[in-house]
């Protein structure tokens, strides 16, 4: 491709460029540069040049790695187009000794594969950034595809008539930003047929240009809140951004449009590489985004400083096949204990104080599984017995004084429940309809499957709040 970089072409793990770094600086050299790109470390240049020589060839590449200051934004040329390397630091420099021969490398904080219009010493600031991660299209169920079939007289299918286009989507305001969930959509001809690419964007706007770290701010609320929906964590997979200084225009210089040119972040790359989700989890999530509604984000994403220490937590405790069941129970409880706390109290809870008649574990549990309404036939006796199993889980793994760790299989149990209780508890938190139909038909999903889970093992919680066989149980507390 020549010219510039157009924004339907990417760069992928593992892609490198040769290409000629233009600092912006009159009268300096060019420098030439190999661009790396590797999902794990994002994009890194690595300028080979001679160390010592006096020339002025090499004057520029001197001076960036001699005194570790390398351009804030640097243009980078090669035959594959045009892109602009943001807010650029030092990443390292050899030299093969007698040689005089020295690699820099250069890290840049952000890449826009588009050339921009104006100064280009100035920060990155855009209007709208894009972002597309996992769970968007099975949280909104979004398509852009809708068929007709015409039969004769006869009943048969005459025709099918196939249109495309895009006409769902989801807005609502975040402070000063826009959000918008929709879907694009992409249609190719190979032969023989048409093929539709859906792809459902996460999008902010702001009235100003802002820094992508400001966009992010907003977009990380969204996508913590669908990571807790499905109860799975969601990965970034591209971003895009579009602002009137990365305008098209025709070989005239005549403006045409302002489209979507591809961003990477150095601040979520390493997320492209990490494993989709399992698609039956993302597949079911507790509420759509239909039912959760522009409302409801708009105040999640309000409360969402206030309840950080109940969130992130949360957030965590999804993530059991990497972090461990343990540490999800931590996490879990963590949560738990923050949401509690700014829950305050609820009726019945002063059977869990303790003998100083204050608030224990126990309480802050036991206060989140009656705000969400979670049921406890066939798991425990009662919600306080259910509560004081979920305390005295956590409290064993966590404190070095209780012990062996708690039953591998008892662990596991309250990891279910837990993790349930907080992803209710965030839909609870953004106000959330809990007797919409399909809400509250996944909730009682949910919850029988935990209550089959305990069936499996033979497992009951009994009125003192522990774990006791299926054979031993008393289900009234004496």
């Given at each position: 491709m020549k010219g510039e970089m157009a924004t339907n072409k990417s760069l992928t793990a593992g892609d490198s460029l040769a290409g000629i770094m233009i600092d912006g600086v009159e009268g300096t050299p060019y420098v030439v540069g190999n661009l790396l790109f590797n999902e794990g470390r994002g994009i890194r240049v690595e300028v080979p040049y001679f160390e010592y020589a006096r020339t002025g060839q090499f004057d520029s590449a001197q001076k960036w790695f001699s005194e570790r200051i390398p351009p804030k934004n640097v243009l980078f040329v090669s035959n594959d187009g045009i892109l602009i390397l943001f807010d650029c630091r030092f990443s390292g420099y050899s030299a093969k000794p007698g040689l005089g021969i020295a690699l820099g490398k250069i890290a840049p904080n952000e890449v826009v594969l588009k050339q921009r219009e104006g100064s280009l010493g100035d920060p990155l600031t855009v209007k709208t950034l894009r972002s597309h991660f996992d769970g968007l299209a099975e949280w909104t169920n979004f398509s852009s595809i809708k068929d007709e079939q015409v039969v004769d007289k006869s009943n048969l299918v005459k025709k099918v008539v196939v249109e495309i286009e895009t006409t769902q989507s989801i807005t609502w305001w975040q402070g000063a930003a826009k959000m918008t969930l929709s879907i694009n959509w992409s249609a190719k001809s190979p032969g023989g047929g048409y093929l539709v690419d859906e792809v459902v964007y996460l999008e902010s706007t702001f009235r100003d240009p802002r820094p992508i770290s400001a966009h992010l701010d907003e977009h990380r609320k969204v996508k913590t809140l669908v990571a807790l929906v499905h109860g799975a964590m969601?990965?970034?997979?591209?971003?895009?951004?579009?602002?009137?200084?990365?305008?098209?225009?025709?070989?005239?210089?005549?403006?045409?449009?302002?489209?979507?040119?591809?961003?990477?972040?150095?601040?979520?790359?390493?997320?492209?590489?990490?494993?989709?989700?399992?698609?039956?989890?993302?597949?079911?999530?507790?509420?759509?985004?239909?039912?959760?509604?522009?409302?409801?984000?708009?105040?999640?994403?309000?409360?969402?400083?206030?309840?950080?220490?109940?969130?992130?937590?949360?957030?965590?405790?999804?993530?059991?096949?990497?972090?461990?069941?343990?540490?999800?129970?931590?996490?879990?409880?963590?949560?738990?204990?923050?949401?509690?706390?700014?829950?305050?109290?609820?009726?019945?809870?002063?059977?869990?104080?303790?003998?100083?008649?204050?608030?224990?574990?126990?309480?802050?549990?036991?206060?989140?599984?009656?705000?969400?309404?979670?049921?406890?036939?066939?798991?425990?006796?009662?919600?306080?017995?259910?509560?004081?199993?979920?305390?005295?889980?956590?409290?064993?793994?966590?404190?070095?004084?209780?012990?062996?760790?708690?039953?591998?299989?008892?662990?596991?149990?309250?990891?279910?429940?837990?993790?349930?209780?907080?992803?209710?508890?965030?839909?609870?938190?953004?106000?959330?309809?809990?007797?919409?139909?399909?809400f509250s038909f996944r909730k009682e999903q949910e919850c029988s499957n935990i209550c089959s889970s305990f069936d499996a093992f033979g497992l009951f919680i009994d009125h003192r709040g522990k774990f006791v066989a299926r054979g031993q149980v008393s289900l009234l507390k004496p």
């Open positions: 969601v990965y970034y997979r591209k971003h895009f951004v579009r602002d009137k200084r990365f305008p098209e225009r025709a070989m005239s210089g005549k403006l045409r449009h302002f489209s979507f040119c591809e961003l990477i972040s150095r601040d979520t790359v390493q997320e492209y590489k990490r494993a989709k989700p399992d698609s039956k989890m993302l597949s079911e999530p507790l509420a759509s985004a239909g039912e959760v509604g522009g409302p409801a984000l708009r105040d999640w994403a309000n409360k969402f400083k206030d309840w950080e220490r109940f969130i992130y937590p949360a957030l965590s405790s999804m993530n059991a096949e990497e972090v461990g069941l343990e540490n999800s129970v931590v996490n879990a409880s963590m949560a738990i204990e923050a949401a509690g706390n700014i829950i305050g109290s609820v009726g019945g809870e002063d059977e869990t104080y303790s003998r100083s008649n204050r608030p224990t574990t126990s309480t802050f549990a036991f206060r989140c599984v009656s705000i969400t309404g979670f049921p406890c036939l066939g798991i425990a006796n009662s919600r306080i017995a259910l509560a004081q199993a979920m305390a005295h889980n956590y409290n064993t793994i966590k404190h070095y004084d209780r012990g062996q760790f708690p039953k591998t299989e008892e662990t596991l149990l309250v990891q279910k429940v837990a993790t349930l209780v907080v992803r209710l508890l965030a839909l609870d938190l953004a106000g959330v309809d809990a007797e919409q139909d399909h």
